[in-house]
């Protein structure tokens, strides 16, 4: 009987310690995580991404970025792509509903929604969507900031 009450508190010990690590956010503070300076390459067009991330002193995210090649620009890299509401929504995941692209050579501008999830601390992915939903692009970045 105390082999079996031993058994059955280890494999309980067990579960709480798996259940606790796997609860924790990538990395110490997830919010930080996503400060830095990202780059990536855009699969549909090929073209080099970059991503400046920084957190402002209400907690939320500010992102200055560029294409060398953007699509919704008339295939040029005339544009500036940002916002300033990034909110983390939830484990190593921030969303934004106003990710603007701003087209210098046309004057256009583009709003879409945008997600960033982190792989690890050096590695997310942008999951961009138009207002309805519609799929727009994903890209990979890696960080390539210091902290």
């Given at each position: 009987?105390?082999?079996?009450?031993a058994?059955?508190?280890a494999?309980f010990?067990?579960?709480?310690?798996v259940?606790?690590?796997w609860?924790?956010?990538?990395?110490?503070?997830?919010?930080?995580?996503?400060?830095?300076?990202?780059?990536?390459v855009d699969?549909?067009?090929?073209?080099?991404s970059?991503?400046?991330?920084?957190?402002?002193?209400?907690?939320?995210f500010?992102?200055?970025?560029?294409?060398?090649?953007?699509?919704?620009?008339d295939?040029?890299?005339?544009?500036?792509?940002?916002?300033?509401?990034?909110?983390?929504?939830g484990?190593?995941?921030?969303?934004?509903?106003?990710?603007?692209?701003?087209?210098?050579?046309?004057g256009?501008?583009v709003?879409?929604k945008?997600?960033?999830?982190?792989?690890?601390?050096?590695?997310?992915t942008?999951?961009?969507?138009a207002?309805?939903?519609?799929?727009?692009?994903?890209?990979?970045?890696?960080?390539?900031?210091?902290?």
């Amino acid at each position: 009987m105390r082999r079996y009450l031993a058994l059955i508190i280890a494999i309980f010990l067990g579960a709480v310690l798996v259940v606790r690590l796997w609860a924790q956010p990538p990395g110490k503070h997830t919010s930080k995580i996503f400060q830095g300076y990202w780059m990536g390459v855009d699969p549909l067009d090929g073209g080099d991404s970059r991503r400046s991330l920084v957190q402002q002193q209400d907690g939320t995210f500010a992102m200055a970025g560029r294409d060398s090649f953007l699509t919704l620009c008339d295939n040029t890299d005339r544009g500036f792509i940002s916002f300033d509401d990034g909110v983390v929504v939830g484990r190593g995941v921030m969303r934004t509903d106003n990710l603007k692209i701003t087209c210098f050579n046309t004057g256009d501008v583009v709003l879409l929604k945008a997600s960033y999830t982190l792989i690890d601390d050096n590695v997310i992915t942008e999951v961009t969507t138009a207002q309805d939903g519609t799929p727009v692009d994903t890209i990979i970045f890696h960080k390539v900031s210091q902290e």
